[in-house]
């Protein structure tokens, strides 16, 4: 009886804290995932994320990154603009229009926590928000959040895949939700629309070819053979979103701290190829942008404009 008043209770105040929805799975060593992350990781798939192949036993098994764990409680929060870039002008992803998710959706988690641990008495558990190695899509279609789709992103039919996924991994025991079914069916939009081909078979994803990883994770200069490949971004890639049929069932954000800077909205190519130190500390204060620093930015930009 416990278990299933105190997952009502983190719900409810999930919910009151701006997420999108939760759901709820029981910690331990994912099985059907090991021998693809293998195999993925073997392929190479993961171009210099060398980080990948770390912790590999941690990514599979929340019991090893948090002591005595027995659930893990995935969220989702919507960042999906109300406003989109001016039409001539280079790309960035939704996701990265305002401040950085990690600031945004860590202080809510340790709020959660703190709610639960207020309520419910000693737990104990860690905040996880794409920092960590832990297979976030995985947990979150195992809580019944959604179903990973041909892109390899998390789907929803009543909400699309315009959000971040986090997690709270505690000490808890819960009521365990069931995942939903795939419902990409016959679909192959994101596949036929992916400007690199990334997206090599359906459910695999060539990171070492996608165009965020290009535009963000590769620290080196862009291959030569995705010129005129990019689309225009210069920061990450929404393709295979945009194009997927669930997001015309998105939805705008009501999170004032994903709204971007009005100058992100505005600029035209003219505008991001002159782009200063001073400007681009100024539109992206705060911004997951700042990744790739400026002479990242730059390189993108210029390997767009050639």
Not at 240 to 269: A, G
Not at 276 to 300: I, P
Request: charged share 25%; proline share 4%.
């Amino acid at each position: 009886m416990n278990a299933e008043k105190n997952t009502r209770l983190i719900k409810t105040e999930a919910k009151r804290l701006g997420f999108l929805s939760c759901g709820v799975s029981k910690a331990e060593f994912l099985e059907k995932e090991a021998p693809r992350l293998e195999k993925w990781l073997n392929q190479s798939m993961h171009g210099e994320m060398q980080y990948m192949e770390n912790h590999f036993d941690k990514r599979l098994d929340p019991t090893k990154l948090v002591e005595g764990s027995k659930s893990v409680i995935s969220l989702l929060l919507n960042y999906f603009p109300s406003e989109e870039q001016n039409q001539d002008s280079y790309k960035i992803s939704k996701y990265a229009y305002g401040m950085d998710y990690h600031f945004v959706i860590k202080n809510k988690l340790k709020s959660l926590l703190h709610y639960i641990q207020e309520k419910i008495g000693e737990v104990h558990g860690r905040a996880f928000v794409d920092s960590a190695p832990v297979l976030d899509k995985a947990w979150a279609a195992r809580s019944g959040l959604g179903w990973i789709g041909k892109n390899s992103n998390l789907l929803t039919q009543q909400v699309g895949s315009f959000y971040f996924i986090a997690e709270l991994i505690v000490d808890l025991e819960l009521e365990y939700d069931t995942p939903v079914t795939d419902h990409c069916g016959t679909c192959t939009a994101c596949i036929d629309a992916c400007p690199t081909e990334a997206i090599v078979q359906p459910y695999v994803v060539d990171g070492s070819k996608c165009i965020s990883y290009l535009t963000i994770e590769l620290k080196n200069e862009i291959p030569s053979e995705f010129d005129g490949k990019l689309d225009d971004w210069m920061f990450g890639c929404d393709v295979c979103q945009d194009v997927c049929p669930w997001n015309r069932f998105s939805k705008s954000h009501s999170e004032p701290l994903f709204n971007p800077h009005p100058d992100l909205l505005d600029f035209t190519k003219k505008d991001w190829e002159e782009i200063t130190e001073d400007v681009f500390q100024k539109v992206f204060k705060k911004s997951a942008v700042k990744r790739t620093k400026l002479s990242g930015f730059q390189r993108n930009v210029n390997f767009l404009k050639k």
